[in-house]
Structures are given as structure tokens and as C-alpha cells.
């Protein structure tokens, strides 16, 4: 038998982030949208117990740092491993990657992989998992993990892996410009640069921005853009100074919000219409400021089984 699941890539359309705290990581809260950019994972079952993993990329050529290791440091992999060691599972899992989310982008790739092969790997094995029980495993693989099971609009708070559905009453869907750089950023690279720009500075607890949610409920695009904020920002242009002129692009090319994607190097840009979206995908093509240039639509689902 073979399942196949389809898990989206994520945008922070506001990112604040508090002090690190003891475990290492910081507290957040941020508000995730799930955008149309999807990768698929496929499970096949072997009878070895032997977990496996290969990855067909469609996301543009990255550099070598980026690449996506195909052993057991491959999240699918750990998501597996972590399934079949709780449920006392036999079996083993062939897992085969179609990646389209860029690599070490702050799209949460990797964390979306883990998702997919949660559910796909319940269905395989046929554990009967219920959604909540798979959520509180996706919370041991990673902070993002949750939410991409989740999908939709979500505020994620602790180190952003305690998902909460409150924003059932927004609407709208939005038109997304993903601009993608040629080699990713490390999360915690990001991260520690944060805490060296703080430079010892007390840093308040993070909350989420009132006007973020009411541009959410009123499912307005312009009130969305000039909401849209994430304190990783200023870190991720202090490692990568070159993202200030594609931000500014977008901007000048009509966007109604533009801004890193989590930890970057991505960037995203808010468009009025998926025909504004065009015109500022190819204003950033033709300046070639970055490697690739996609256009998205959100929110939709976290990761299902199409199979
Ligand atoms: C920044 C965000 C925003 O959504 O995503 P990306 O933009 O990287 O995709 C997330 O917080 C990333 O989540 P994820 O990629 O799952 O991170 P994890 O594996 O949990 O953590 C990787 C490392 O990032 C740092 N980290 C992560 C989350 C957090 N709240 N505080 C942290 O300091 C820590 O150094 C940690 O060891
Ligand atoms: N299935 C996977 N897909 C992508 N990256 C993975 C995967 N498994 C492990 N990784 C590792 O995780 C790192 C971060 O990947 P990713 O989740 O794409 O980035 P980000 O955290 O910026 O969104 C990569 O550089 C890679 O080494």
C-alpha cells in the first residue's frame, strides 16, 4: 500500500519574539497563515522495520549547505522513528520527498515534512492516530511541527508550538509573492543574531498585534499588509543586508506589506490581486534579486492525505 500526503509551507504574518529562556529557545507569538506552496511526502511500508527516505527536489538549486540530509537528521525520518517507536510499530517505512518549499527558507520545509509523514505513516501502519494524538507528537519534533498539521490561520504561542485556532472568524483569502534566495539561513543563526542585537537589553514578553487580528476578522488585504511585522527582521538583514533592496522592490512594485519570512532569507509580499501579484513577481525576476520567484494563495489546509 502507498499514502501520500500534501503539507503546506507557512508565513508569520506577525512574528514577536520574547526572551530566550532556559531551554535555549525563546517565547513567542505569532500568527501563522498556511500558503498553496506544498510539498508531498509518499509512505510505503516494508516489513523490515527499516525507516528509508529520498527527496526529489522542485525547489530551486540552494547552496550546499542546504541541502536535505537523507538519513535518520531528515525530520520526515525523526517523524517516523518517533511514531513507530511510540506505537511499538514492526514495520518500516520507504519515505519518498517532493519537495517545492524552499530549503532553510523560514517556510518551515523541513517542520512540514515532519507533519506530512506523521499522517501519512498513521495511515500506513493503520494506528488510527486521532489528529490530537499526532499533534501532541509534532510538538517533540519541532516548534513549528503543530501548526502545519493544523493549517489555516493560527496564533502559535510557548516557542510557537502550542497552536490555537482563535482566529475561526477571520476571512479572506490572500494573494502571496514568495521571493526565494539562493542559499537559506540557519534558524538558530537567526536567532543568536537576535540576542546579539538585543545586546543585553531587557526584551518584553511577546504578544500578538491587535491590529494584525482585526485585519485577519475583516479579511481586508490592505489592512493585512500594513500589519504584517516580525521582530527575526532586523537579524536576518544584519546577516543578509542584500534582502533590504528586494523588500524595498516589492514594495516600490505595488506590494501592500513586505517582509522576511520567519527566520529568512525568503521574503514575502502581499498582493491586492493575483494580477498585482504578477506585476510584482516580475518586477523582482527582471531586477533578479533572487533565485526564484513564486506566487501563493492563503490560507489553506495543514497536511492531508490525498491518497
Ligand atoms: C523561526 C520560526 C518561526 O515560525 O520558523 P522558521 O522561520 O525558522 O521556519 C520557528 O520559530 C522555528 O521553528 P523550527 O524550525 O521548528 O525550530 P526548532 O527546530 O524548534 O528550533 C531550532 C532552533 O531555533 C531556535 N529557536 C527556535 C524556536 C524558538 N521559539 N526559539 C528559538 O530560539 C533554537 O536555537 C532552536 O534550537
Ligand atoms: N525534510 C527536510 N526538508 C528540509 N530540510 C530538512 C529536512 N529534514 C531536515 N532538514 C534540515 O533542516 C534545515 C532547515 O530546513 P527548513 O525547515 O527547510 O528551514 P526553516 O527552518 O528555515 O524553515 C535544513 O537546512 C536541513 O538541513
Known sequence: MTST??????????????????????????VYQAVDLHDEVRATSRDDGRITVTVHSEAPS??????VPVDDRNLAVRAADLLRETMGVEEGVDLAIRKAIPVAGGMAGGSADAAAALVACNAEWGLGMSRDELQELATRLGSDVPFLLHGGNAVGGGRGELVSPVLARSRGSYHWVVAIAAVGLS???????????????????????DDLLSALRAGDPAELGAALSNDLQAAALSLRPELQATLDLGRDAGALGAIVSGSGPTTVFLAGSEAEGLDIAFALAAAQVCADVVQARGPVAGARLIT
Open 187 to 209: 534558524t538558530p543563526a537567526v536567532f543568536g543574531e537576535f540576542d546579539r542585537l538585543q545586546d543585553g537589553a531587557d526584551v518584553e514578553e511577546p504578544r500578538v498585534p
Open 62 to 67: 540552494t547552496g550546499e549547505s542546504d541541502e
Open 5 to 30: 500526503v500534501r503539507v503546506p509551507a507557512k508565513i508569520n504574518l506577525s512574528l514577536a519574539v520574547g526572551p530566550a529562556r532556559d531551554d535555549g529557545y525563546h517565547s513567542l507569538a505569532t
